[in-house]
């Protein structure tokens, strides 16, 4: 469905991805693992349209999507939840899918279904400014903002950064609820979800996909990412 392939991504003359060969398969969710700084947000925005690769092809159902705007990427259904968990602060919680409901071309209701689908608490702060809630309650209604529409590839970057252990586990089950239903790339560094939701899992160091863990039962809940660097 999506391939990648010997993909190039730069920052003016820093190279920062080399090379890199990925597929997502339909209805797969991959996950991508590595350090700070090994270019793994790099990737899911060139893969979004929000960076132009330097080199290589990225094709999705037979079509070349490289380089092509953010815009016609979100109409063929890539969505992108980026690290910082920005919402429209000001905007409240209901607002924020109501301007993507807007841009998809989707009813209200259903848009707004989804999301309460995922996340039924979110009624009650559905009138509060999106600022109010917490970082993991943004991550969610960014999550179920993306739902929104059409979506097809899910390109979520690091949904459980920085939160705290009980809404990590209600993250964990909306993604895993959303298994099979999406195909997803994401990011995420905390190996005990990975190993329980990632169909494949790759190791990113230093720009490129340095190895696959195709053995998840080697993933102990103690085990350090350091192991497979
Ligand atoms: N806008 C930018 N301009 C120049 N260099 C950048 C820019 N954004 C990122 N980089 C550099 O590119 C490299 C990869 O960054 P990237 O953000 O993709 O890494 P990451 O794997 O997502 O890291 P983290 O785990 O900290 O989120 C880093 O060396 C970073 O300093
Ligand atoms: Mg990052």
Redesign the pocket.
């Known amino acids: 469905m999506l391939q990648i392939c010997d993909l190039g991504v730069a ?2 003359h ?1 190279k ?2 080399h090379d890199l060969n990925l597929t997502l398969n339909p209805g797969e969710m991959v996950f991508i693992v ?12 060139t893969i979004a349209g929000l960076l132009k690769p330097m080199k290589g092809s990225i094709t999705y159902n037979d079509q070349s999507i490289a380089g092509q705007p953010p815009e016609k990427l979100a109409r063929l259904g890539f969505r992108f939840v980026a ?1 910082d968990k920005k919402v429209f602060s000001e905007l409240t919680v209901r607002s924020n899918i109501e301007l993507a409901a807007y841009g998809a071309g989707e009813p209200m209701d259903k848009a707004w279904s989804k999301v309460t689908q995922i996340y039924p608490k979110i009624e009650e702060f559905r009138d509060m400014p999106a600022g109010n809630l917490s970082g993991g309650q943004r991550e969610i209604l960014l999550i179920g903002r993306a739902l929104v529409g059409d979506p097809k590839v899910l390109l979520i ?2 949904p459980t ?1 920085g939160l705290a252990a009980i809404v990590i586990q209600d993250i964990f089950r909306i993604l895993s609820n959303m298994r099979n239903a999406v195909s997803a790339i994401i ?1 995420e ?1 905390n190996l005990s979800i990975v190993k329980r939701l990632a169909d494949r899992i790759y190791v ?1 160091k230093e ?1 490129n996909l340095i190895r696959e863990i195709a053995d998840k039962s080697e993933i102990a809940d103690s085990t350090q990412l350091e192991t497979y660097l």
């Open positions: 920052y003016g820093a920062v991805i590595g350090r700070n700084g090994a270019g793994k947000t790099t990737l899911l925005k690290q970057d690091e950064e990011v560094q990113m720009g």
